[in-house]
């Protein structure tokens, strides 16, 4: 890819702590004009790499460029580049929206002639026009994420970074935050993501990155990540309690990878290859042979929080 076409090039970066090795040689790269997702487990070092992209530590090695430019010898240029929605909105609750804003426009230098029109347009995106004199203390929590966002943009960056961009907020303020960071990416900006909501990930990102213990182990879009590492699955309610020769049969069988019982639903994980067009017909077989009714059957594709545990796995680490 040619270097005018790149956001963000992250080349074997790598962060030792004492003995501690958090990154091991880290390598991806954003386009310009997508949405990115990096996810991974607790600890996995998306929060070092995200402070290596935006200057804020030294790497041990390894080379970060930031539309071209290197974060630690040109940080002032790279922070306006770049806009900043942390998980923690960190907005000032005893001040107005605007008021806010207006101190955000001061910190990164947007030209006073230009401070009260952005203010405005921002405003107006995050539908907040009408509470724009409104103490922030009384806004929600869609409202505090979406006045957040609306300061991130306010100095106009090519760079957005959201940290959970959705944490805390309902449904409808969740779809809301999600068109502005689709509007985002039609405006041409790069925007790069890290959410444990992986079917955020699965809505909104072009491609994706899993990290985990510091490496890169799998990246795509999310119908790749889906179709690489994920198995299609087969959940079947009987109905009646399975006997146990027949999951015994079906956890030795040649299509079923994995099976999980989950209140009163069969989940069977098919093996990938040619089997799995004809897995359903089979698996039916055994049920009629061990005669079990079912009051219902689905094939599904599998779905990123199984893909993510199938690449990170299942246990919780601190």
């Given at each position: 890819m040619a270097a005018e076409d790149m956001a963000v090039e992250v080349l074997g970066l790598r962060q030792v702590f004492g003995e501690?090795?958090?990154?091991k040689g880290l390598t991806f790269h954003l386009r310009r004009?997508?949405?990115?997702?990096?996810?991974g487990p607790n600890g996995c070092g998306k929060t070092t790499t995200i402070n290596a992209i935006s200057g804020l530590s030294v790497p041990s090695g390894g080379k970060v460029r930031v539309f071209g430019r290197d974060p630690?010898?040109?940080?002032?240029?790279?922070?306006?580049?770049?806009?900043?929605?942390?998980?923690?909105?960190?907005?000032?609750?005893?001040l107005s929206a605007e008021r806010n804003l207006r101190f955000h426009a001061e910190l990164?230098?947007?030209?006073?002639?230009?401070?009260?029109?952005?203010?405005?347009?921002?405003?107006?995106?995050?539908?907040?026009?009408?509470?724009?004199?409104?103490?922030?203390?009384?806004?929600?929590g869609g409202m505090k994420r979406r006045l957040a966002i609306a300061r991130a943009l306010l100095h106009d960056p090519q760079l957005i970074y959201l940290d959970e961009p959705t944490l805390g907020v309902d449904v409808?303020?969740?779809?809301?935050?999600?068109?502005?960071?689709?509007?985002?990416?039609?405006?041409?900006?790069?925007?790069?993501?890290?959410?444990?909501?992986?079917?955020?990930?699965?809505?909104?990102?072009?491609?994706?990155?899993?990290?985990?213990?510091?490496s890169l182990v799998a990246e795509g879009s999310p119908a790749e990540l889906k179709r690489r590492y994920g198995s299609a699955v087969v959940e079947v309610r009987p109905s009646a309690s399975p006997p146990p020769a027949l999951l015994a049969e079906l956890r030795g069988d040649q299509v079923v990878a994995e099976l999980q019982e989950e209140e009163g639903v069969l989940r069977l994980f098919l093996r990938g290859g040619d089997g799995q067009e004809t897995a359903v017909p089979h698996l039916l077989e055994?049920?009629?042979?061990?005669?079990?009714?079912l009051r219902g059957l689905q094939l599904r594709e599998p779905t990123l929080d199984e893909v993510f545990l199938h690449l990170t796995g299942a246990e919780v680490r601190d």
């Open positions: 501690l090795a958090v990154l004009g997508e949405i990115y997702g990096l996810i630690r010898r040109e940080a002032w240029a790279v922070h306006r580049l770049l806009g900043v929605v942390p998980q923690e909105t960190s907005l000032y609750e005893e990164y230098g947007v030209p006073r002639q230009r401070v009260q029109e952005r203010i405005d347009a921002m405003l107006a995106l995050a539908q907040l026009t009408e509470r724009r004199r409104s103490r922030v203390a009384t806004f929600s409808q303020a969740r779809h809301a935050i999600w068109d502005y960071i689709r509007q985002m990416r039609a405006e041409g900006r790069t925007v790069l993501i890290t959410t444990n909501y992986l079917d955020e990930g699965d809505a909104l990102c072009d491609r994706m990155g899993v990290l985990d213990r510091g055994i049920f009629a042979r061990h005669q079990v009714r």
